[in-house]
């Protein structure tokens, strides 16, 4: 199979069951002329399309561009976790930041998720959003901890919505003995995560915004109080403008770029299974996270297949065979499922950061940006884009509680930088066998 290479948007794309089964979407084709806007985003996944529909409601005139098709980088890959919390749990940000800035972080987190809700219900997105995510330790030494955060935000968050579960009651959801016991959220859960792209799409063009495809940034330049935005065919002049790429960023905004680090991770989606053989190895339909550094996630899409992600690279490509990676992993979790018919795998790049929250900020006057996602997206880009645009609308207050998180750059420059990360991520890749 022909290696294929991550951070590029059209590349493995079309592989996945999300691409499969998605639905329709009409937008423009390419921008070929030239167009007035308030505001040019760039980039057609969560963040932006989250800006253009704040942007859009509020009587700006948008453009979006995306440099292939909408949802085609981490948006429409992922493992289709709507997640609860930051990327790094609240004591730890508590050690960071001070508890009275961790109460601030939770409730950002609590809105992400409250707004991914409120846009499917709004905007009648059929994007198969389950509730519920357990998480499950995979040594015995972390149960422990898990049962511990639980209390921690029940009593200093207020937060009921997070219980403890035992070994035996993870066994009995999960049909495996592999994991020990974990916790249960139900406030988090699992969509599909291109649909839930696609749905925002069509949500932003019907408050008026306009998406053009296949219209990739070539240039940025400032004139005056204005930014002209150009791609190979088209120009766009606005007042601000949203940068919102994240792990396909490469290079085009280098004050943003020298924060996050591209990473690649991979998934599969089975054959459908046997309606009883799923009922067991997910009986309540749950998005499943276990505590591996390189973690697995899994979950059953809506025709019983087991969608299973685990396992990553740091290098500019994907390896020759994303099932031989990630089988393994699956086979490893469910002995039952040895030899189960793999009919899709693909992969696709996420962007973290050094501390793993994400990366907010603007440059100059007018250019904002959000990215480092962590693997903990679908929520949090979705609340990168509504800040921007609150920023933009004159209410930064929010924007500003992210933006002010203190952030390390990699060191080393843009390719540099993948030596250190590489040893690093190597060095916890080891941990999580002993």
Same mark, same amino acid.
């Given at each position: ?6 951070? &590029? ?14 639905q329709?979407l009409e ?5 070929a002329?030239?167009?007035?806007a308030?505001?040019?985003v760039?980039?057609?996944? +969560? ?15 948008v453009?979006?561009?995306? &440099? ?15 997640? %609860? ?6 004591? @730890?940000?508590?050690s ?5 800035w ?13 707004? #991914?809700r ?5 905007? @009648?997105?059929?994007?198969?959003l ?5 998480? #499950? ?5 972390h ?15 207020d +937060? ?8 035996? $009651?993870? !066994? ?6 592999t ?7 139900r ?5 599909h995560p291109l649909?839930l792209? &696609? ?10 915004? $306009?998406?053009?495809?296949g ?5 940025m ?13 088209g120009?766009?002049?606005? $007042?601000?403008?949203v ?10 905004l ?6 996050? %680090?591209?990473?690649?991770n ?15 190895i ?6 499943? #996270? ?6 697995? +996630?899994?979950?059953?899409?809506r025709?019983r297949?087991?969608?299973f992600?685990? =396992? $990553? ?10 099932? !031989?990676v990630? &089988? ?15 009919? *899709?795998?693909?992969?696709?790049t996420?962007s973290?950061?050094?501390?793993r929250?994400?990366?907010?900020g ?9 990215? =480092? ?9 979705n ?5 921007? !645009?609150?920023?933009?609308? =004159? ?7 992210m933006a002010?998180?203190k ?20 060095? *916890?890749t ?5």
């Open positions: 199979m022909k290696r294929l290479a991550g951070c &590029r948007s059209h590349v493995g794309f079309d592989h996945s069951w999300y691409y499969a089964s998605g329709a937008v423009n084709g390419p921008l002329e030239h167009r007035n308030d505001v040019c760039i980039g057609g996944g +969560y963040t932006g399309l989250s800006a253009a529909i704040e942007l859009a409601r509020a009587g700006a005139k453009v979006v561009l995306e &440099r292939y098709r909408v949802g085609s980088g981490a948006s429409g890959r992922n493992g289709g976790v709507l997640g %609860m919390g930051q990327r790094k749990d609240q004591d @730890d940000l508590e960071m930041v001070g508890l009275d961790a109460r601030h972080l939770w409730q950002l987190s609590l809105d992400a998720n409250a707004l #991914v409120s846009r499917i219900k709004e905007f @009648d997105i059929d994007c198969d389950k509730d519920g995510e357990l998480t #499950v330790a995979h040594k015995a030494r149960e422990p901890s898990l049962w511990d955060y639980a209390a921690h935000l029940q009593k200093v968050y +937060y009921g919505e997070v219980t403890a579960v035992s070994r035996d $009651e993870v !066994a009995a959801q999960l049909g495996t003995h994991y020990y016991g974990g916790t249960f959220n406030r988090a859960g699992h969509l649909n792209a &696609r749905g925002l799409a069509r949500a932003a063009i019907s408050l008026g915004a $306009e998406i053009y495809e219209s990739e940034v070539r240039a330049d400032q004139v005056g109080p204005h930014h002209i935005v150009k791609t190979s065919a120009v766009v002049k606005c $007042e601000h403008v940068v919102a790429c994240n792990g396909y960023l490469n290079g085009l280098p004050a943003a770029d020298r924060y996050h %680090m591209p990473i690649n991979f998934m599969v989606a089975t054959e459908p299974l046997d309606e009883s053989l799923a009922s067991t997910n009986r309540d339909d749950v998005a499943v #996270v276990d505590t591996r550094f390189v973690v697995n +996630y899994f979950h059953l899409s025709d297949r087991l969608i992600g685990g =396992g $990553e690279n740091y290098t500019p490509y994907f390896p020759s065979s994303i099932e !031989a990630v &089988r393994p992993r699956l086979e490893a979790v469910y002995p039952q499922l040895r030899g189960v018919g793999i009919a *899709y795998e693909w992969g696709g996420l973290v950061t050094m501390n929250m994400p990366k907010f603007h440059v100059g006057q007018g250019v904002y940006y959000a990215e =480092g996602y962590s693997g903990h997206g679908v929520a949090m880009a609340l990168g884009g509504q800040l921007i !645009a609150e920023a933009i609308l =004159g209410r930064p207050e929010r924007f500003d509680q002010t998180l952030q390390r750059a990699f060191p080393g420059g843009r390719w540099l930088r993948w030596p250190g990360l590489v040893a690093g991520m190597l060095f *916890y080891f941990l999580d066998r002993i």
